[in-house]
T-cell receptor
Framework: SQQGEEDPQALSIQEGENATMNCSYK?????LQWYRQNSGRGLVHLIL?????REKHSGRLRVTLDTSKKSSSLLITASRAADTASYFC???????????FGAGTTVTVRA | EPEVTQTPSHQVTQMGQEVILRCVPI?????FYWYRQILGQKVEFLVS????????KSEIFDDQFSVERPDGSNFTLKIRSTKLEDSAMYFC??????????FGPGTRLTVT
C-alpha cells in the first residue's frame, strides 16, 4: 500500500511548545505532502517535500524526509491554540499526483 | 483568493436513491479529484479526471459511481444507488499543473 501512517494518533501540548508528528510509508514516492484539517472542514495544504529533498521549512513548520527509512516528520514550533487540528501526511507516487493519505495525528494545543 | 466550492454542505438521502454532489473547482485548474472520508477513517482517493476523462480510479469507484464535467465550471460525482456504507464526507480537489491540490470544504453525505 502507498499510504502513509502517522504517529502519534493524538498529541496534546501546551501553547508555546513544539509538536512533532511522524509519517511512515511503504513504497517509493515522488513527493510527500502535509495537510491540515480543522474539525469538520476541508483539507488545507501546508508543505510539500520532494523525494530528493531532506528538509524544508515554511514559517513555523519544518518537514524532514528520510527516503531510506521511508519516513517523514512534521515539526510545528511555538504552537498556538489555532494550530489545533488534525494533520495528515499524503504521499504521491505517480505523475497523476493522486494523494494517498495516512490516518492523521490529532493535535490539541492547550492555552 | 480563488477556492474550490462544494454543494450541498450536507445531503441526507435514503438507501437506493441517486445523489449528485457538486463541485466548482478553481477556474483555470486542469486536474480534478474526488476523495472521501468515512467518519474517523482516512481520506481515500476515489477518482481523478483530466481532459474530460477519468485518469485513474480506485477500487471503491465501482459502477455505482460516475463523474462528469458537464460545463466549463462544474465537476460532479454521482452515486446511482446509495448504500449505507456510502455515508461519508466527500471532498473535491483541483490543481493546475503542479503537485499541490486545493480542496473544497466537503459534502457530508448521510444515507439512511
Amino acid at each position: 500500500s502507498q499510504q502513509g501512517e502517522e504517529d502519534p494518533q493524538a498529541l496534546s501540548i501546551q501553547e508555546g511548545e513544539n509538536a512533532t508528528m511522524n509519517c511512515s510509508y511503504k513504497t517509493s514516492i515522488n513527493n510527500l505532502q502535509w495537510y491540515r484539517q480543522n474539525s469538520g472542514r476541508g483539507l488545507v495544504h501546508l508543505i510539500l517535500i520532494r523525494s530528493n529533498e531532506r528538509e524544508k521549512h515554511s514559517g513555523r513548520l519544518r518537514v524532514t524526509l528520510d527516503t531510506s527509512k521511508k519516513s517523514s516528520s512534521l515539526l510545528i514550533t511555538a504552537s498556538r491554540a489555532a494550530d489545533t487540528a488534525s494533520y495528515f501526511c499524503a504521499t504521491v507516487r505517480s505523475n497523476d499526483y493522486k494523494l494517498s493519505f495516512g490516518a492523521g495525528t490529532t493535535v490539541t494545543v492547550r492555552a | 483568493e480563488p477556492e474550490v466550492t462544494q454543494t450541498p454542505s450536507h445531503q441526507v438521502t435514503q438507501m437506493g436513491q441517486e445523489v449528485i454532489l457538486r463541485c466548482v473547482p478553481i477556474s483555470n485548474h486542469l486536474y480534478f479529484y474526488w476523495y472521501r472520508q468515512i467518519l474517523g477513517q482516512k481520506v481515500e482517493f476515489l477518482v481523478s479526471f483530466y481532459n474530460n476523462e477519468i485518469s485513474e480510479k480506485s477500487e471503491i469507484f465501482d459502477d455505482q459511481f460516475s463523474v462528469e464535467r458537464p460545463d466549463g465550471s462544474n465537476f460532479t460525482l454521482k452515486i446511482r444507488s446509495t448504500k449505507l456504507e456510502d455515508s461519508a464526507m466527500y471532498f473535491c480537489a483541483s490543481r493546475l499543473q503542479g503537485p499541490v491540490q486545493y480542496f473544497g470544504p466537503g459534502t457530508r453525505l448521510t444515507v439512511t
